[in-house]
């Protein structure tokens, strides 16, 4: 590994050869260059790492260090076990199956390098979603999507209602882990975003917009190695996300007391019965303009059936009036 180098990259992978390749052609293509690589095999084949990092260049070679771990802990705490094997000033995490713009490290390192950005510990970058689909072990492509198009900036309010960042999109200092601690290795799914909130609860975090600098690859169709957690472990996402929400809670309880949180409940669940009221209003009302709409119909067909009959009728009438003008 290089010594001294100013960015430590975690890359998680586990049984995924064909994207931990693209990875790492993905990470040496950077314009930055002032980087080590920690890859993390958390349970999987050593033999699939050891042959994609041997046949790298020998000076690339020299700033991997790979960490096996013969039984997966997880994706949290092999997120820190890559973060401890390194030693650079800023982390980011690469997993195997995402990707950056050739550009993403300059960027983000500039940013924070900035002596105008001294007070912000980390910066997130504009996303896009990928969608693949691995096919005869070749990744294929089939559409994209900004992820948040909607963002303009990364606030702790945004963040506690869902999670708006993804690992890959994110550059932070190695200082944040002495103020927020590690991620948590309790969670076997969210950590990320449970991480986010404790760094925004903690400092603020910029946003680089513009061109998408960061791609999450997601994968709905696949399943096993190849399969994303997100589509995979749907049901366990909500109940840690709900869990998360719960243990922060009771913290902010503790130090503050219910009285608070009573008051706002109250109010938050007379606004949902607001909302549900004025649903059910809303669908009385399509209900009955359904009905008038169908007898509206119904009439134009009358209409139009009595119209019929009334020229079908006209004609010999009229035929008869020509016939008795001549007579």
């Given amino acids: ?16 050869p064909v994207f931990l390749a693209r990875a ?3 990470i040496f293509a950077q314009t930055f260059q002032d980087f080590e690589l920690v890859i993390v095999n958390d349970g999987g084949d050593p033999a699939d790492v050891e042959r994609l990092t041997s046949q790298r260049p ?11 771990h013969l039984e997966s802990v997880g994706m949290e705490a092999a997120s820190n076990a890559g973060i401890k094997a390194g030693s650079g000033t800023f982390i980011v995490i690469h997993d195997d199956d995402d990707f950056w713009a050739p550009d993403f490290l300059e960027r983000t390192v500039a940013y924070l390098d900035d002596p105008a950005h001294a007070e912000e510990t980390g910066v997130m970058v504009r ?7 691995v096919v005869e072990d070749r990744i294929q492509p089939i559409r994209r999507e900004i992820f948040w198009a909607d963002m303009r900036q990364i606030t702790l309010a945004d963040m506690l209602k869902i999670n708006r960042a993804v690992p890959i ?15 948590n290795e309790d969670l076997p799914v969210v950590g990320d975003w449970e991480f986010h909130l404790r760094v925004l609860s903690h400092s603020r975090v910029g946003f680089l917009d513009g061109e998408p600098l960061a791609f999450w690859s997601q994968r709905p169709e696949s399943e096993g190695h190849d399969g994303n957690s997100i589509f995979a472990k ?23 007391g219910l009285g ?11 606004q949902e019965e607001l909302i549900v009221a004025q649903q059910r209003r809303l669908d009385e009302s399509a209900a009955k303009l359904d009905h008038i709409l169908e007898r509206l119909e119904a009439l134009n067909q009358t209409v139009v059936v009595r119209t019929s009959v009334g020229e079908f009728l006209k004609k010999p009438m009229k035929l008869a009036k020509k016939l008795g003008g001549r007579a």
Avoid at 1 to 16: D, H, L
Avoid at 58 to 68: G, S, V, W
């Fill in 1 to 16: 590994m290089t010594s001294g180098a100013r960015v430590t990259i975690v890359t998680r992978t586990k049984n995924r």
């Fill in 169 to 183: 999109s994110f550059l932070y200092r190695r200082s944040l882990h002495d103020a927020v601690g590690y991620y």
């Fill in 58 to 68: 020998d000076a690339d070679r020299a700033r991997i260090t790979t960490l096996h």
């Fill in 24 to 26: 790492l052609d993905d």
């Fill in 260 to 270: 608070s949180v009573l008051y706002l409940t109250r109010i938050l669940a007379e």
């Fill in 127 to 133: 996303t896009e979603i990928v969608i693949e689909e």
């Fill in 234 to 256: 749907a049901a366990e996402h909500a109940r840690y996300d709900a869990l998360v929400r719960d243990e922060h809670l009771r913290g902010g309880v503790a130090q503050t």
